[in-house]
């Protein structure tokens, strides 16, 4: 038997460590590490922080160690406890004016005790996991909330930059701005504008040396580019003093009246709460378009969210700080500088502690006239542009102006109720409003029903049925998502009648949905004399719900299936469609007709959808590859294509539903491009394959796009056209006549043509196909040099295919740059090139980003955060 003997004498003077039998052995604890990302992060959001903690709290009134307290806290316990790693938490504009009217009506101590007390308040809520319903409250009051704040803001500021005092509400502030302009002060203004002009001008600086100051923060250039300007030209101005930390006052026992401080502190928590839960959501956006980084950090845990900012306003409010919450401004930054962990929002409120303990002599430098300049542009930003387009396309402008105006006159909690009272007031205007009209066309009669049709709606809809005549044929259009019980009898009743005594009845929606009477019969379908037949509705795809290829289920006679009886699968197996010859293990072979294979859609409940997915790819025909992968059959085109195949009508069926659905919305804008002429911003070169869809892809419309597709997304270069011009002429059209701003080259992934390239012999046949794909074989060149080939960020090319259709776009674009047009056009700076590429797979664009030689690719997210 052996023996396991170990391999050093035992020593009696080594300590003997032990630990419980069947558990690991104790490990050495870790020293906590700091990434070098989050460390760069940290300091670009202090630089941010520090001016804008002074500004707001200068702005407040408030001592101005609150704004640094309020930031130190924000970063060290939001930070540390909150749910949503990345987000930035400190002194927020939003809640200036709040503050501002706390600490005129209790004073500093009382309004610290408010803010403790909201803290409280949040880690109610938190516990109470009612973060989510925060969410609820409609965007249109919250951006006018937020809007009314900055206008109250951006008005008494602007007291300050002129060298005056604000007062104490934006009615009297509005006022007294006359006289206060007339005794403007020269050296303060000049020290304002010096500061908004930095705001506004350095991050607008062009070329390679902006995009390397722009990593200093605007906000820090502007308040040290003011302070050095006073500082050399010795001017006398009012600067920040900042009192001995010794006499630094903290919370007291709140005082006044138990109603408004009640209201005092629900007005504090819903502003902070909102403001950070809607910041902790915008975040979860950015992070979502950095490669990599979602599976790192995760999705914001909103509950705990609320608890880490109850925690952190709680501690702020103790020791003398402004309420904190979720900065927009700072989060960004955070994100934007590469921060990967929570280490860096901690780190900034280290970084804030410091200055304030050792950087005293140089804050006290600051004019407070560039702190104001800083914070009144802070609150103009707050009125976005962006989102007064948004809330305005989707008809709630007046929720918004009402929010506003009501937060800028009464107050925040005011506005606040105003702008659900307004938006309640919307929607039930729009459940209750309802356009009825009818007309006749060419002997058909028309009702079109605009709008939710209920029990209020009923009066007006039979007097617009009744309209029309006995016998006639009639449309009814329900433009609506939403019927209740009463309308739908008397639409069925009538309808009912109407049938009985020779009259068609056709029930078309804007989408389908169900038939009256009928509920598994979609809408669009005709009722002739109580006889259900296919009209021009049937087809169920709509785009862009899940896409089926718009091969729709069509019922199929037992006789068109070449002489078989029915399907052969036994109860509760999925079928598929039967779209030409399966083989003998059941499985769909390849369409004869289209060249493209057809798979089943089972649903969970094993009923088959019947959609055909196309897997073609281009030039398939050459690469060998019905799939345009490698590896898979090559479909089958020698017969004729299946007579049970509903291709003949599937052209009809669609411009049908075009002229049903969508004409309607769009001959508005079409009657205006036919009047006024196309006038695209750019030009569109991309494959033809069928599943790149440009106008999908690029959220783009009528008058967008100039298009040019061929296949492999080829631009020969000048003089190699060898008779077929048609690229370069659609070229020249595009840059000399429409005068594009920007050409753009899409690739996509599994394309034939790049396989046609991998795959084709030199000597073949000459084909046109092979003809047209020799302009690709500067691409394959290229491929063939690994310096110069293209790639993507955060993941190698899944295979050489993938690798030749990055790299055929870069080649791409050096053809373009060949073209005279295009060269004179770069040369004038009046033009851009792009290049993208689209993974089908994935339903994921990427853009190519050029410099210092390496062209690499990098995906489009969907990020918006609004500072």
Not at 92 to 108: F, S
Not at 195 to 208: D, F
Request: aromatic share 2%.
């Amino acid at each position: 038997m052996s023996t396991c003997v170990p391999t050093r004498a035992d020593d009696p003077s080594r300590a003997e460590h032990t630990h419980e039998p069947h558990s690991p052995p104790p490990t050495r604890p870790r020293r906590p590490r700091i990434a070098g990302a989050d460390l760069s992060a940290s300091i670009a959001v202090f630089l941010i922080a520090l001016p804008l903690s002074l500004g707001i709290a200068l702005a407040t009134g408030a001592p101005l160690q609150a704004g640094l307290v309020a930031a130190a806290v924000g970063g060290l316990v939001a930070g540390w406890l909150g749910g949503s790693p990345l987000q930035v938490s400190g002194p927020a504009a939003g809640l200036t004016v709040v503050t501002a009217d706390l600490i005129h009506q209790y004073g500093w101590r009382t309004t610290c005790a408010v803010t403790v007390l909201a803290g409280l308040a949040q880690l109610g809520l938190g516990s109470l996991r009612v973060a989510r319903g925060a969410l609820a409250v409609s965007p249109a009051i919250v951006h006018g909330m937020l809007a009314g704040i900055g206008v109250t803001i951006a008005v008494a500021q602007l007291h300050i930059v002129v060298g005056g005092t604000p007062q104490s509400s934006v009615l009297d502030n509005l006022r007294a701005l006359p006289a206060q302009l007339a005794e403007v002060r020269p050296a303060t203004v000049s020290v304002s504008a010096l500061t908004l002009a930095l705001l506004l001008l350095w991050p607008r600086i062009p070329g390679r040396a902006g995009r390397l100051l722009h990593k200093v923060p605007a906000a820090l250039v502007a308040v040290t580019g003011a302070t050095s300007a006073a500082s050399l030209a010795d001017l006398t101005l009012p600067k920040v003093d900042l009192p001995s930390w010794r006499s630094h006052a903290l919370a007291g026992l709140p005082e006044g009246p138990v109603l408004g401080l009640i209201a005092a502190v629900l007005t504090t928590t819903l502003v902070c709460s909102v403001q950070s839960l809607l910041g902790a959501v915008a975040v979860d956006k950015m992070v979502a378009s950095r490669p990599g980084l979602p599976a790192r950090v995760g999705r914001s845990h909103l509950d705990r969210e609320l608890l880490g900012q109850g925690a952190a306003n709680i501690v702020s409010g103790t020791l003398g700080g402004l309420p904190v919450a979720g900065v927009a401004v700072r989060s960004a930054a955070n994100v934007q500088s590469g921060a990967i962990s929570r280490n860096s929002t901690m780190l900034h409120g280290v970084l804030v502690v410091v200055a304030a303990l050792l950087m005293v002599p140089i804050l006290e430098l600051i004019p407070l006239a560039s702190l104001a300049a800083l914070v009144m542009a802070v609150g103009i930003q707050m009125v976005s542009l962006h989102h007064i387009r948004t809330v305005t396309r989707h008809r709630e402008v007046l929720v918004y102006a009402v929010t506003t105006l009501g937060v800028v006159i009464f107050g925040v909690l005011e506005g606040v109720a105003l702008g659900i009272a307004m938006a309640v007031a919307v929607a039930l205007h729009r459940l209750t409003r309802t356009r009825i009209t009818h007309d006749e066309k060419e002997g058909v009669h028309h009702v079109h029903v605009r709008g939710q049709l209920t029990f209020l709606a009923v009066p007006r809809l039979s007097r617009a049925l009744h309209l029309v005549p006995q016998g006639a044929h009639a449309v009814v259009e329900l433009d609506g998502s939403f019927m209740d019980h009463a309308a739908y009898e008397s639409l069925q009743d009538w309808q009912n009648t109407h049938t009985a005594r020779g009259g068609a009845v056709e029930l078309v929606g804007r989408r389908a949905g169900v038939r009256i009477g009928e509920p598994t019969t979609p809408i669009g379908l005709h009722l002739d004399a109580g006889n259900v037949t296919a009209g021009s509705a049937y087809c169920r795809c709509h785009p862009w719900t899940p896409w089926r290829n718009h091969q729709c289920e069509i019922p199929e006679s037992p006789t068109s299936r070449d002489g078989r009886d029915g399907p052969s699968g036994q109860p509760g197996e999925a079928q598929a469609p039967d779209t030409g010859d399966t083989d003998r293990s059941g499985t769909p072979r390849a369409t004869e007709a289209s060249g493209t294979t057809s798979e089943v859609d089972t649903h969970n409940d094993g009923s088959a959808s019947g959609s055909a997915v196309s897997r073609s790819g281009d030039a398939e025909g050459v690469s060998g590859s019905g799939s345009g992968r490698p590896g898979e059959g090559r479909a089958d085109t020698s017969g004729a294509a299946d007579a049970s195949r509903p291709s003949a009508h599937q052209l009809a069926r669609g411009i049908s539903a075009f002229q049903r659905n969508t004409a309607p919305l769009v001959r508005g804008e079409l009657a205006r491009l036919a009047r006024e002429g196309q006038q695209p911003s750019q030009l569109f070169l991309t494959c033809a394959d069928s599943r790149v869809v440009t106008s999908m892809i690029t959220s783009s419309g009528p008058g967008d796009l100039f298009v040019v597709r061929n296949v492999g997304n080829l631009v020969p270069l000048p003089g190699q056209e060898s008779g077929d011009d048609s690229v370069a002429a659609a070229i020249e059209y595009a840059v000399d006549v429409l005068e594009v701003r920007s050409i753009t080259v899409c690739g996509h992934s599994g394309c034939g043509a790049m396989q046609a390239l991998l795959t084709s012999e030199p000597g073949g046949p000459g084909t046109p196909l092979r003809r047209w794909l020799r302009h690709g074989q500067p691409s394959l060149e290229r491929m063939s040099d690994e310096k110069r080939r293209a790639r993507l960020a955060g993941r190698a090319p899944a295979d050489t295919v993938e690798q030749l259709c990055l790299t055929n776009v870069v080649q791409q674009l050096e053809h373009l740059r060949a073209h005279e047009s295009v060269a004179r056009a770069l040369r004038a700076g009046a033009l851009e090139l792009h290049g993208m590429y689209f993974h089908v797979g994935e339903a994921q664009a990427y853009l190519l980003t050029e410099g210092d030689g390496d062209e690499v690719f990098d995906d489009v997210g969907v990020a918006n955060l609004s500072a």
